[in-house]
């Protein structure tokens, strides 16, 4: 029962880690701005601020 469940905080916590890794990749941000957001949608669209194409930030 409790090996059971140390494996399965284990299993969720390498999840965590993955995620956090694709989130990261999983941003967008305006070079002229210097601003960073999380990509929602395919369309990475443009700056709300000064117009630039956003790019994709890779870490
Ligand atoms: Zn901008």
Redesign the pocket.
Known sequence: MFEQAVQVSEAYRQGASQMQGTLRMALKG?L??R?AQMIASPELGT?T????DLQVLEA
């Open positions: 305006c002229h701005c601003t700056c601020d000064c117009g630039e």
